[in-house]
């Protein structure tokens, strides 16, 4: 009985007397939180740190609505890879990399490993401040962590002004450059090295050359106190030496022997296309300098872009989505033959007469039965393209053409046997010919034709009847609602054509090199001859190697091409207001079948389609709106 | 043997140890007796005591007793739940019999860590005792207590099987605290989304779980106090909106007794079903049509045919239809449900060891066909209590629940399934034509057969299991008279698991048989399961000591506690292939699944708590009352520092009535009682660690292929400023009783302050900051109201009965709100309808229209109108009028009906005034109970025009006929030489899409819509009849009673309520939720 009670006594009197937070430090904490000196003690938690950070990474391009839109060149809506830039005003990012570095700092780490992951932060945070400084001109810099500034309420230490344009310019060109000296000078997977931030500082320096240099094209209001306070302002004085800082950047990439062409001097066409479809399926880690992949080995996550191809090859009511123009379809070079293969005129011949400057706005009514004679016929519908740069056969889905074991249906129409014509019929009705049947819309129903939806869709207004959908990033082998296909922030290609137009914009460099570098990128494409280094043909070469990861409308908006007093697009860089296409049909009229195509400008496909009714190409439109300038106690643009 | 030879040597010793020691003079009496209750049943373990000394015995078993005092002495003989009588010692043989108590004034109310008597109380703190509670048969707890405690608002919102949606709340405070058996017993917890439109069957919630309350057995529970003032404040954080104390039966010294209750409950929906046939109704929907300016819906060949009786009718194209009207509705419902209760008791004890044993199983049945919804439960309670020694007693206390709980598998089909009986087309048969086991295609896919079928359409399953286990040691110290200590220990653990079965199905054409993809509903099968699992372990050391020194009373109690409850959370789930094509579901077996598709989560997490507790309370001669308390409370939430704090409480009482002036003037009044209580305590706010800077998953990035590895980022600021909200909890109250209880009540005045509420400074910051400021305790608000409580007890001959009655108001405001510091309002409109700073809640913010009380009764009349129409902004004005519709209040005169001109409206859910009546009574072998409970300050959206409104859905309610309509069907109701007939609604109009509008004037805000929702139900009636026990006796059966029981019988509200529940929830059409059941129970009590 005494016992117990002294046991009953002792137990409360040891519970009374117990350290009184002991109890709470032995909780398990928020176990979904992880604290930062946890992060840094290990290298998996460095590199988680750093997985954040690289996955905000804005990817290479501007696809503000109808900038993009407008570029004719490009596709109908450009699908873009990844991270948008637009509106890239992301002070959080910012921010984490900026108590990344801090904590990096202070970490317990060796020399090297500190240079390394500091050289990382470093170019993380240059590429967000160059998705910034190209969208806005001049920017507030922040390089500390802010966190602690603000103290007691007084926000004074929060507050950044703007730096001019060209500042900011310099600063990220400095801070890669000190980021390439601190990163090591061996390939480090999909994470950065010394030449991965050489490349993108080319890549910087090249668009703050071309942007001076070509200033005067769309010169901004001077009254503005932007332009007066240059936060919105570059001028030619300043181009060469950017031209310089590209060349001697772009060399050393292309000069370590660490990255190549992928795929170089191929045996034929067939080789050649195969070659650059493999490109898009895996990561080449010879080509890529810089890239993204999506290769995580289940089915959770991918690239997303569904959308991109053709009806027959993807599943989900977006498929069909984004085409490729017309416009660029002629851009494609035509091999001269398949085995010499110089370059030839890529213009897609449609008539008899060879006037290709004649296109259909209404195909329905405008085409009739008469007319017939005056195209060009085809005894297959990939006729026209057999011969098109290797490129565009990997690339682009057209008519007949074959991919994952399909060949891909796309007509818009059809000549009946007895020569009446049907363009964008409301059936699809089949028509036996020759012991065959062909349908107007090139298969029977929704799964075997280019678009889902057959007929609604394409003639809906907002979807617009395009010859050409996007094969590339859609996977070779099976359908995947997310393609693991990988998407290239910097392939190697681009470091020789930085090179190339570097040395023929400013006359610096090596031009023997540049020349050989421009054509190493043909002769990739399957190209043999050789061509000249001129502007026009560097200009050439970066659009067909790079419209189709959207890096073209970068090369048109670094070099000023769209924006200009006249309002008009620099119909001389290759873009134009227009967006046409083809219009494929069968013609059973004759003794075989056989396929013609109208050029047309599609129904409701004009540039700013979809939009108010005027291209958006003032100058001022260059530089997107400073965000809350008044919150933020600085200048606007435009203002 | 032995161990119980002890027991016995134990019994005899604590029996001397009861008996005392006392000095026995020489004119001593031996008094012997016997103690029996009203019945003749004797009495066992009734307290005689020699008054105002120690000297004193218990009866024992057949009620008798022996006690020598001196004579002339007065014996006071009390037992818990009867009168106390005080006789005097002149006589050797004292037979007494003890009325059962009908004063409350001498109850002893539980109160935190303790008991006290109710005459000594100085808090706001109402008890219920355990027939109160089972008058009311249901199968939630919750529910069971509606309109008994004054300032405990409970609104009923559906009547769906196990759902337990009932609004609770201690003087509109929030979800109150649970304390069972002195544990703390209710807790934050996951389960599956009930509110989310989500399709996914993975989603969670957080929410408290006050299961002990709802799923208790009512038959188990002794006695419900509730903590509603200060008195809370001794639990610490978290008592903030007051505590509910639950206190389980215990055994008692007395021969072993059996309790048997069983009662079948036939329940049907509480508001009746009446539309109008299906000719009518497509006469008027053509008819609404025609206002709305719309096609018809139904072509006149197709209503002459139905008209007619004709097979089939001949649409415009010439395509022949089938006449056939299938009523979805008589489909889906039952005519009634039957649910089952039976709870059985063992107890009795001795005087070393008594025992409480109670089983019960319940279940409650939807009122759907179908086997998709249900519930089940199995309760077992256990109380043992063993006198160790003679001071030293242990109690074991055992709750095991078990239940069962069927839901649909997705949670958009479960809310909407009676929206899709009424929207599925009548003249679609269940099965194609061609094929019985085909299901037809009806609107959207969703077939209400096929929905309530769970083999069909899947299923969640809920499973719980609850075990609480609680350990009581209480020693009373031989060696100081008073002192107790208490070693109490609770160990609980629970596991409930959600079983959810998502499938998909196919349906076919009516008329062709024909299917396709776009025919089906859901295009994979999905199970889910999800485990969770709770485990408490509480401890708590108490010493409490009670003495008396002269005509001061004084006792305190020391004490302190800690609590840990580790859950964690488990989930998986799996698709049964990626389409219906290449669908093939086998059982609902995790493994079973497309192992493609696995998913998992899982998450476990810590809280721990500590506090110690102090309370003093002392009065004198039982007049001048003060209680003191105060808690040192921590909680694990915050950061070393900021964890501990000090809550101090005090209450202060004076029974005036004690006063010599007071009995001179008032002799009538036997207790008049002035309280005021005045409280501190902490509400825990903020999330759990928030102190620590962390970082979360937040993208990923591949570095090399084939792996990605999860990136981390940090998105705040370590939050080092939150701590808790402080409370301070007030109340001023009066407690009177007049003639011995005859007439009696209180009086409440409460207010509740809270300083600090979790808010965000209003900083504007740059964006280069990045980083939200983190929450700190910036804000305030107050409750306040008002309570009042009266009874009146009485018997008249044989015929006894007591009347109690309650209402409380309750209102609530914010004192301070840091965003309003800079907040910009575009008008004065804007502000008076947007600004929330001190302005008393329970107003719906100014919405609604008011009406002039005229009406427009043709378009004559609305052509004239000087005032312009224009209340959805559409633009259409006047033109859309039509006749019927109210004339608005032009509030601003400016000749224009728009959002300018709405209005304060009271809202539609937790009314701030509510009210309870209950009347119980006894006649000779007859005893009843009804009660009462009701709001006011409510109204009632009867989405006339909403959602779902007149014309959309296939069916129309009746007492729209008595609505503006053109006088001959077809007429143009646009043209004004039409004739009208007058109504009491306005014209109706169809609405031609869910939730769309469909006329300029004809909106939701409009005082047609907001009906003022003011009612009253009858709750309970129970009449019950006690067979004589002299007839019974030979079947061993002490007392058997047959009972009758119906629920919400009766209901008095606006009679344009006639077709949508006035307490409900539902969204205003008919069956919009589960409605609230009308329910009849026919029951047996047999006592052996």
């Known amino acids: 009985m005494k016992k117990i009670f002294k046991y009953i006594l002792l137990a409360g009197l040891s519970f009374g007397l117990m350290s009184c937070d002991k109890f709470f430090d032995n909780a398990e904490g928020d176990l979904n939180k992880v604290a930062a000196e946890d992060l840094l003690a290990s290298n998996s938690g460095l590199l988680s740190l750093l997985a954040n950070l690289y996955s905000a990474l804005p990817d290479m391009s501007v696809s503000t609505g109808d900038q993009s839109q407008m570029f004719a060149n490009g596709s109908r809506s450009t699908p873009s890879y990844g991270t948008s830039v637009s509106g890239f005003w992301n002070y959080g990012n910012v921010r984490a990399v900026n108590n990344y570095l801090a904590a990096v700092e202070n970490a317990n780490l060796d020399d090297a490993t500190k240079a390394a992951y500091t050289g990382e932060g470093l170019f993380i945070r240059a590429c967000y401040y160059f998705a910034s400084v190209r969208m806005y001109g001049g920017i507030p810099i922040v390089d500390i962590s802010l966190d602690d500034k603000y103290v007691d309420g007084n926000a004074d230490a929060l507050y950044y002004d703007r730096s001019t344009e060209k500042e900011s310019w310099d600063w990220v060109l400095d801070q890669l450059q000190k980021a390439a000296d601190l990163l090591p000078a061996t390939k480090q997977g999909l994470r950065a090295n010394k030449y991965v931030a050489l490349a993108m500082k080319a890549r910087v320096a090249l668009w703050a050359a071309s942007e001076s240099k070509y200033w005067n094209r769309a010169p901004i209001n001077s009254s503005y106190t932007a332009v007066q306070k240059k936060l919105t302002y570059m001028e030619a004085s300043y181009a060469d030496a950017y031209y310089q800082m590209a060349i001697d950047a772009s060399k050393q990439v292309i000069e370590s022997g660490l990255y190549g062409l992928a795929g170089e001097n191929p045996a034929s066409i067939a080789a050649a296309r195969d070659n650059f479809i493999d490109l898009f399926q895996t990561y080449n880690q010879t080509e890529g300098v810089f890239g993204r992949s999506y290769n995580i080995g289940s089915q959770n ?40 293969r110089n370059r030839a005129n890529g213009k897609i011949a449609t008539r008899v007469d060879g006037n290709e400057d004649n296109y259909m706005t209404y195909p329905e009514t405008e085409f009739t039965a008469s007319k017939v004679a005056d195209f060009k016929h085809y005894d297959s519908p990939d006729g026209p393209f057999k011969l098109k740069d290797a490129r565009f056969q990997a690339w682009v889905a057209y008519p007949g053409n074959t991919y994952r074991g399909k060949t891909l249906n796309n007509e818009a129409g059809m000549v009946m046997p007895d020569g009446s014509v049907k363009v964008y019929p409301l059936d699809n009705n089949g028509v036996s010919f020759q012991g065959a049947t062909y349908y107007p819309y090139g298969g029977d129903g929704d799964n075997n034709s280019f678009f889902y939806h057959l007929n609604v869709d394409i003639n809906d207004s907002n979807r617009a009847f395009y010859c050409f959908q996007i094969l590339k990033g859609i996977d070779k082998t099976q359908n995947t609602q997310t393609p693991q296909t990988p998407c290239y922030n910097i392939r190697f290609s681009e470091m020789l054509l930085t090179y190339a137009e570097a040395v023929a914009e400013s006359g610096k460099g090596d031009k023997g090199k540049a020349a050989e570098y421009l054509n190493a990128v043909r002769h990739r494409a399957g190209f043999k001859d050789n061509v000249e280094l001129t502007l026009e043909n560097v200009l050439h070469e970066w659009k067909v190697e790079f419209a189709l990861e959207n890096k073209w409308t970068n090369v048109l908006h670094r070099r000023r091409a769209f924006y200009n007093p006249d309002n008009t697009p620099t119909v001389e860089e290759g873009s134009l207001g227009k967006k046409l296409t083809l219009v494929p049909m069968v013609d059973l009229s004759g003794s075989k079948a056989q396929w013609i195509f109208l050029r047309a400008i599609p129904y409701n496909a004009t540039p700013n389609q979809g939009y108010s009714g005027t291209l958006r190409v003032n100058p001022e439109d260059y530089y997107s709106q400073i965000p809350n300038y008044q919150k933020n106690r600085i200048d606007p643009n435009n203002k | 043997m032995k161990s119980i030879n002890l027991l016995k040597r134990l019994a005899s010793v604590a029996a001397g140890f009861l008996l005392g020691v006392s000095a026995l003079s020489a004119q001593n009496i031996t008094v012997t007796g016997t103690v029996t209750d009203a019945l003749k049943e004797p009495i066992i373990g009734a307290s005689v005591l020699q008054q105002g000394t120690t000297n004193g015995t218990a009866t024992d078993i057949d009620g008798n007793f022996t006690l020598t005092v001196p004579h002339g002495a007065v014996i006071e003989i009390s037992s818990i739940g009867f009168e106390t009588r005080t006789l005097k010692a002149d006589t050797e043989k004292m037979n007494v019999i003890l009325v059962e108590d009908s004063e409350l004034l001498n109850e002893t109310v539980v109160v935190g860590y303790g008991v006290q008597k109710r005459e000594s109380l100085s808090g706001a703190i109402s008890q219920i005792r355990s027939e109160d509670i089972a008058a009311t048969r249901t199968a939630n707890g919750v529910d069971a207590l509606q309109g008994k405690i004054p300032g405990l608002q409970v609104t009923q919102n559906s009547g769906k099987p196990g759902q337990f949606n009932s609004d609770l709340s201690i003087r509109g405070y929030g979800n109150p605290m649970i304390v069972v058996d002195g544990v703390v017993r209710s807790v934050t917890r996951q389960r599956k989304n009930t509110r989310s439109w989500s399709n996914n069957a993975r989603q969670l919630e957080s929410y408290n779980d006050i299961s002990v309350l709802q799923e208790l057995n009512p038959d188990d529970i002794e006695s419900i106090s509730v903590l509603k003032d200060a008195s809370a404040t001794i639990y610490g954080l978290g008592a903030e909106n007051g505590v509910i104390l639950i206190t389980t039966k215990k055994g008692q010294v007395k021969k072993p007794s059996i309790n ?20 009518s109704f497509m006469k008027w929907d053509n008819a609404m049509s025609d206002v709305a300016k719309m096609n018809h819906r139904f072509a006149d060949a197709q209503i002459a045919a139905y008209e007619n009786g004709a097979p089939t009718w001949t649409d415009a194209d010439g395509n022949v239809h089938d006449a056939i009207y299938t009523d979805w509705y008589k489909e889906s419902y039952k005519k009634f449900s039957v649910n089952q209760q039976y709870n059985a008791s063992l107890s009795g004890g001795t005087e070393t060891v008594n025992y409480y044993f109670g089983v019960g199983y319940a279940n409650d049945n939807p009122i759907l066909k179908g086997d998709t919804f249900g519930y089940k439960r199995y309760n077992f309670n256990a109380n043992i209590s063993v006198r160790l020694t003679p001071a030293l007693t242990m109690r074991y206390t055992s709750a095991i629940r078990q239940t069962g709980n069927m839901g649909m598998g997705s949670f958009d089909q479960e809310w909407n399934i009676f929206y899709y009986i009424l929207a599925a087309e009548p003249w679609v048969g269940i099965t194609t034509k061609a094929n019985p086991s085909h299901y037809s295609v009806v609107n959207e896919n969703m077939h209400p057969i096929v929905l309530l079928d769970s083999a069909l359409s899947g299923y969640t399953k809920s499973d719980g299991k609850n075990f609480n286990n609680t350990v009581d040691f209480t020693y009373n110290a031989p060696w100081l008279k008073g002192l107790t200590l208490s070693l109490n220990g609770a160990y609980d653990f629970s596991n409930n698991k959600q079983n959810t079965l998502v499938k998909n199905f196919q349906l076919y054409d009516y008329e062709t048989d024909a299917t396709d993809s776009s025919m089906q509903v859901r295009n994979q099968t999905e199970y889910v399961e999800l485990v969770n699992d709770n485990a408490r372990l509480y401890g708590r050391f108490q010493a409490m000591y009670d003495t008396h020194i002269g005509k001061h009373n004084i006792s305190a109690m020391l004490g302190a506690e800690l609590t840990d409850i580790k859950t964690s959370k488990l989930m998986a789930s799996r698709n049964y292939g990626p389409s219906l094509d290449e669908f093939l579901y086998t059982h609902d077996i995790l493994d079973q ?29 039982g007049k001048y009352i003060v209680e003191l308390m105060g808690r040192y409370d921590g909680n694990y939430q915050f950061q070393r520092g900021k964890r501990w704090g000090l809550f101090p409480s005090y209450s202060l009482g004076w029974r005036v009535s004690e006063e010599p002036f007071f009995k001179k003037i008032l002799p009538m009044v036997n207790n008049f009682k002035l309280r005021w209580s005045d409280g501190r305590t902490g509400s825990v706010q903020g999330s759990p660690y928030a102190y620590i800077n962390g970082y979360g998953k937040s993208g990923s990035w591949v570095f090399n292929e084939g792996v990605a590895t999860t990136g981390y980022a940090n998105n705040s600021v370590a939050n080092t400023i939150l701590t808790w909200a402080k409370v301070r909890m007030m109340d001023f109250g009066v407690d009177w009783e007049l003639w011995q209880g005859k007439f009696g009540g209180t009086f409440d005045w409460f207010s509740r302050r809270t300083i600090g509420t979790a808010a965000t400074r209003d900083a504007t910051l740059p964006d280069f900051y990045a980083v939200s400021l983190p929450q700190e305790n910036l804000n305030s608000n107050e409750n306040q109201g008002l309570e009042l409580s009266l009874y009146h007890r009485n018997s008249i001959g044989n015929f006894s009965y007591r009347v109690q009655g309650q209402v409380s108001f309750t209102r609530f405001r914010q004192t301070y709100i840091e965003s309003e510091k800079t907040k910009f309002y575009k008008s004065s409109m804007d502000y008076w309808k947007n600004y929330s700073l001190n302005r008393w809640s329970g107003w719906m913010g100014g919405s609604t229209y008011h009406w002039t009380g005229e009406r427009f009764n043709n378009l004559y009349e609305t052509n004239a109108s000087q005032v312009l129409y224009d209340t959805n902004g559409s633009g259409e004005g006047n033109r859309a009028l039509v006749p019927g519709m109210y004339k608005l209040v032009d509030r601003n005169g400016n000749g224009y009906i728009d959002g300018e001109d709405v209005f304060y409206t009271w809202g539609g859910s937790m009314p701030p005034l509510q009210f309870g009546l209950t009347i119980g009574g006894s006649y000779k072998s007859f005893d009843f109970n009804l009660i009462f409970s009701g709001a006011a300050l409510k109204n009632k959206s009867v989405s006339l025009s909403g959602f779902a409104g007149t014309g959309y859905l296939y069916y129309m309610p009746s007492q729209y006929t008595d609505s503006y309509h053109v006088a001959n069907y077809g007429a143009d109701p646009w043209d004004p030489a039409t004739q009208w007939v007058e109504g009491e609604w306005p014209a109706l109009v169809r609405v031609n899409q869910a939730g769309g509008s469909h006329n300029a004037t004809y909106t939701n805000n409009q005082p047609y819509n907001y009906v003022n929702a003011t009612y009253v139900r009858l709750k309970t009636i129970e009449v019950g009849y006690r067979v004589s026990p002299n007839f019974l006796k030979k079947a061993g059966i002490k007392s058997a009673r047959v009972f009758f029981n119906g629920g919400n019988l009766l209901t008095f509200c606006n009679k344009y309520l006639k077709y949508v529940d006035p307490e409900a929830s539902d969204s205003g059409r008919q069956g919009g939720d589960f409605p609230i059941n009308r329910t009849y129970n026919f029951g047996f009590n047999l006592n052996f």
């Open chain 2, 593 to 621: 699944g497309d192992s493609n598709t696995m998913k998992n989560e899982g998450s476990r997490s810590n809280i721990r708590t500590a506090g110690y507790i102090g309370r003093l309370n002392y009065n004198y001669q």
């Open chain 1, 301 to 340: 996550s991918g690239n997303g872009n569904q959308g991109w191809g053709p009806n027959q090859l993807v599943t989900g009511y977006l498929q069909g989505t984004y085409a490729v123009t017309l416009n660029l379809a002629d851009e494609y070079d035509y091999y001269s033959d398949a085995d010499a």
């Open chain 2, 260 to 279: 048997f209750t069983a009662s079948v409950n036939l329940a049907t929906p509480n508001v009746p079903r009446k539309v109008e046939n299906w000719t």
